[in-house]
T-cell receptor, first 115, second 115 residues
Framework: AQSVAQPEDQVNVAEGNPLTVKCTYSVSGNPYLFWYVQYPNRGLQFLLK??????LVKGSYGFEAEFNKSQTSFHLKKPSALVSDSALYFCAVRDLTGGGNKLTFGTGTQLKVEL | EAGVAQSPRYKIIEKRQSVAFWCNPISGHATLYWYQQILGQGPKLLIQFQNNGVVDDSQLPKDRFSAERLKGVDSTLKIQPAKLEDSAVYLC?????????????FGSGTRLTVV
């Protein structure tokens, strides 16, 4: 089965500093990888995805992610963090097992950006 | 375009009672998903519909959970009888029919508390 792992429950960073939220994946075949963000009492919002092509993917709100096949990683990054980036971030992989076309999510990483 | 609509936003019930959630996907989206998100965990797929047919319900606790998507548009998810461990946020998502690479849009969710 396809899976992703987010090794950090929480990441703290000062506003203006770069941030990284880590994700590693385990898939058979080519991975389709996604990042979503969830604000309190809100649904999941799409940030970016990697399907094929350039290993550096740019997404919404200034976020980007780097696909690294040798390290099976897909870390989320932003050059300069904002307090408003504080939220819960999920890495996900497209999973075709069971005959469907679903997303399998990691456990999430709480990002806290402080002044 | 209008997003994925879900209702109610919040629901509190006693254990052994029944509850139903409603979802209206984005117009034209043939695929509809119900996810369960328990506090501190990533969302987990319960059921996937393609039009009004079930594609994947392998993780749906069928002794107490049921879902339907009559006419291939909106959908209801029911729990009967509810258990304490069903306390979670229930997320509905939809995607267009030709979405091998993603395109999932999530609703804001229904937060269920079973007491």
């Amino acid at each position: 089965a396809q899976s992703v792992a987010q090794p950090e429950d929480q990441v703290n960073v000062a506003e203006g500093n770069p941030l990284t939220v880590k994700c590693t994946y385990s898939v058979s075949g080519n991975p389709y990888l996604f990042w979503y963000v969830q604000y309190p009492n809100r649904g999941l919002q799409f940030l970016l995805k990697y399907i094929t092509g350039d290993n550096l993917v740019k997404g919404s709100y200034g976020f980007e992610a780097e696909f690294n096949k040798s390290q099976t990683s897909f870390h989320l990054k932003k050059p300069s963090a904002l307090v408003s980036d504080s939220a819960l971030y999920f890495c996900a992989v497209r999973d075709l097992t069971g005959g469907g076309n679903k997303l399998t999510f990691g456990t999430g990483t709480q990002l806290k950006v402080e002044l | 375009e209008a997003g994925v609509a879900q209702s109610p936003r919040y629901k509190i019930i006693e254990k052994r009672q029944s509850v139903a959630f409603w979802c209206n996907p984005i117009s034209g989206h043939a695929t509809l998903y119900w996810y369960q998100q328990i506090l501190g965990q990533g969302p987990k797929l319960l059921i996937q519909f393609q039009n009004n047919g079930v594609v994947d319900d392998s993780q749906l606790p069928k002794d107490r959970f049921s879902a339907e998507r009559l006419k291939g548009v909106d959908s209801t998810l029911k729990i009967q009888p509810a258990k304490l461990e069903d306390s979670a946020v229930y997320l509905c998502a939809s995607s267009p029919p030709d979405t091998p690479s993603g395109g999932y849009t999530f609703g804001s969710g229904t937060r269920l508390t079973v007491v």
